[in-house]
């Protein structure tokens, strides 16, 4: 099993570029989640979407949308990009059976925006 | 909204020896869960340890154990035997049960010094 692999690793925009982040998982999981983070701030929700066809937004949604395309890949559009979304962006995925509902990560996308 | 302070930006430890990287939270909910979160330079996001809020007993994995002060809200990280591959940013993160996001705090730069 991959887990959760994000495309691209990395990206450079110009203001006012558009660009979709992708992200998959193959652990049949029902919840899916996209994280940015920046220098001192940790990491910080953007939007998830508890169960396929459902998505809400977290504490960043601010110049995001999001696509839950079905059960295994939820994407991240920037439609008009801006330097303060430069960062770090993580996907991560969890399940609602066991415990935990513990989220698996994927490896990041660095995004600069010039 | 919940929060998760970290209220050491930095630290460094001798190779073999301890450190206690703390972590404390906000929340009026009685059923939910803690974690501690390891970013090695790599990026990738690696669960050290969890805690549940219902259980009394500390939780342990190998050198990595946790002191869960819930009165308090202080979930600290304890490294016994540090080595140098514990060098890493370390991440506290709080969740409600059940499928829902996680919440982290701003981390800690753990340097372990040969």
């Known amino acids: 099993n991959a887990g959760v692999t994000q495309t691209p690793k990395f990206q450079v925009l110009k203001t006012g570029q558009s660009m979709t982040l992708q992200c998959a998982q193959d652990m049949n999981h029902n919840s899916m989640y996209w994280y940015r983070q920046d220098p001192g701030m940790g990491l910080r929700l953007i939007y998830y979407s508890a169960s396929e066809g459902t998505t809400d937004k977290g504490e960043v949604p601010n110049g995001y949308n999001v696509s839950r395309l079905n059960k295994r890949e939820f994407s991240l559009r920037l439609e008009s990009a801006a330097p303060s979304q430069t960062s770090v962006y993580f996907c991560a995925s969890s399940n609602l059976a066991g415990e935990w509902n513990e989220q698996f990560f994927g490896p990041g996308t660095r995004l600069t925006v010039l | 909204a919940q929060t998760v302070t970290q209220s050491q930006p930095e630290m460094s430890v001798q190779e073999a020896e301890t450190v206690t990287l703390s972590c404390t939270y906000d929340?009026?909910?009685?059923?939910?869960?803690l974690f501690w979160y390891k970013q090695p330079p790599s990026r990738q996001m690696i669960l050290v340890i969890r805690q549940e809020a219902y259980k009394q007993q500390n939780a342990t994995e190998n050198r990595f154990s946790v002191n869960f002060q819930k009165a308090a809200k202080s979930f600290s990280l304890k490294i016994s035997d540090s080595q140098l591959g514990d060098t890493a940013m370390y991440f506290c993160?709080?969740?409600?049960?059940?499928?829902?996001?996680?919440?982290f705090g701003k981390g800690t730069r753990l340097s372990v010094i040969a």
């Open positions: 929340t009026s909910e009685n059923n939910y869960y």
């Open positions: 993160a709080f969740k409600w049960a059940g499928n829902t996001p996680l919440v």
